[in-house]
């Protein structure tokens, strides 16, 4: 089975929980659209969750997101093949795989297109904190090109879009931060992904970033809420974590 979710932020016992509640296997994957925040810290923290993820009974492929070191820049990846595309993956985390931008995957017979990255609206506060942010958060010129390249070889034949932040139009409004001036927000990956959506005939859009769930064709922002890929079939919502975490208190 395919499932895809949204930010998980390093926190991931809500995806161990989902996990026991289906019973998955490594033979299942699940998709998260960006901010895994596996590859943080940069330090042995990083290891040290890399380890628990590898006895996780699922195979993860994540999307590149705004609070995460990209993997290729990252000396213990290398590029492998995934999904009939190139992704990076770890020799010592056999179940854990990045998505490459621009990439186009076959994911459940669906051509899917990976676009990673986002503006970190947070920007401000972690380096003020001394926390982690890296300059080459969003879609750098060469990565464009090469998702153009992408879109222009698979003319017509694009399913699905994979990204971390949505196309400009679709960008769930009320779910903005209050305390963030948006006029102070760098929107040029939002301006870029809706001119694709404007000329892209696709069947589905998946995207995070915004911690929110809700789903207006052909979009889905997923964060917590758990779906089997391109079903529309919620296997694990955010009420189930809720009451799991209650039942634990």
């Known amino acids: 089975m395919i499932y895809i979710t949204g930010d998980v932020h390093g926190y991931f016992g809500r995806v161990r929980r989902f996990s026991s509640h289906i019973q998955t296997s490594k033979d299942d994957v ?25 006895q996780t009974p699922l195979t993860l492929f994540c999307i590149h997101g705004n609070h995460e070191k990209r993997p290729e820049t990252i000396d213990s990846y290398r590029e492998v093949e995934f999904m009939g595309a190139r992704a990076y993956q770890e020799e010592a985390f056999p179940n854990i795989y990045f998505a490459k931008d621009g990439e186009v995957y076959t ?29 080459d958060e969003q879609p750098t010129d060469e990565i464009k090109q090469r998702v153009e390249a992408a879109l222009a070889q698979h003319a017509g034949t694009i399913d699905v879009v994979l990204s971390h932040t949505s196309p400009m139009n679709a960008r769930p409004t009320e779910a903005f931060l209050p305390v963030i001036d948006q006029s102070e927000v760098d929107s040029s ?10 000329t892209l005939n696709f069947k589905r859009w998946y995207f995070g970033h915004f911690h929110i769930n809700k789903r207006f064709d052909p979009y889905r922002c997923l964060f917590k809420d758990v779906e089997v890929f391109m079903e529309d079939t919620i296997v694990y919502a955010t009420e189930d974590d809720e009451n799991v975490l209650k039942q634990m208190k």
């Open 30 to 54: 699940l998709i998260i659209l960006g901010d895994a925040s596996i590859n943080y810290f940069e330090d042995k923290a990083d290891l040290k969750l890399k380890h628990r993820l590898k």
């Open 107 to 135: 994911i459940n017979g669906c051509k899917t297109l990976v676009i990673g990255g986002a503006y970190s609206v947070d920007k401000k506060w972690r380096l003020d904190a001394s926390r982690k942010w890296w300059p």
């Open 189 to 198: 990956t939002e301006l870029w992904l809706q001119s694709i959506a404007d």
